[in-house]
């Protein structure tokens, strides 16, 4: 490996030790330790959005037809769940796993490689698992609430999930680099282009759109491990002081 090419790695090792460092002192009733530099991060990323990628998510809906959205959304997510079948075994979730194993297989068999959702209509629940939550299911706390670049929102514990999640991501079993980098662009602005009304309204509603958006994500991360379920709060995991809307979580954890 090229010293060019170890530097960006070895720059997000040293900033996410520093992050787990902090994570310490991260708790139920303060977990954003990190928000002076959190805000800066998410103005870049605001600023990213504003000009690049939300754009190109508005064109892509207003040129491309709605059914090839849907079979674009369908593709990758039929590619998610094969991974998410796995992080059900690692959870010890063997009939879920199974569940979700049968939803692969019956969308790549019968909706051409995945295009179609058969498997919903036949009553195959999507789990939508992945690192980040089986950590979460095998005890490790969230610790300090992270903003990256470009990536947007996550935790120490979802930050030490995300290179797992990123290297079972259906771009990297693509050789050819072209291919891989058409690959990631379509799914990025699929994934945009799926939250542009949510995240128009939160940009409408929220008069701290960065507080809004860390609250949203910190519920519904702790929401998704315990499966609508969470435990009574105390000060092992951070989670999101105020309630919000179901739509603009959504959108916000996105």
Sequence with gaps: M??????PRAALVSVLAGAVLLGGCATAQQPD???PLNRKVFAFNEAVDSAVLKPAAQAYKAVLPSPMQLAVGNFF???KDAWSAV???????IADSLSDV?????NTVFGFMGIMDIATELGFERHGEDFGQTLGRWGVSPGAYIVWPVLGPSTVRDSIGMPVDLM???????NVSLTR????????VSTRAGALSAT???DDIALDKYAFVRNAYLQRRRSLIYDGNPPEEDDTDAAAPAPVSAPAASAAAN
């Design 168 to 174: 079972a991501s259906p771009e990297t079993l693509v």
């Design 200 to 202: 128009n309204l939160l």
């Design 33 to 35: 330790p990190l928000e």
């Design 102 to 106: 049968m939803r692969v297989g019956t």
């Design 87 to 93: 992080n059900l075994l690692l959870q010890g979730r």
């Design 77 to 79: 997510g039929n590619l």
């Design 181 to 188: 980098r058409s690959m990631t662009a379509l799914h990025l």
């Design 2 to 7: 090229s010293a060019r090419r170890s530097r």
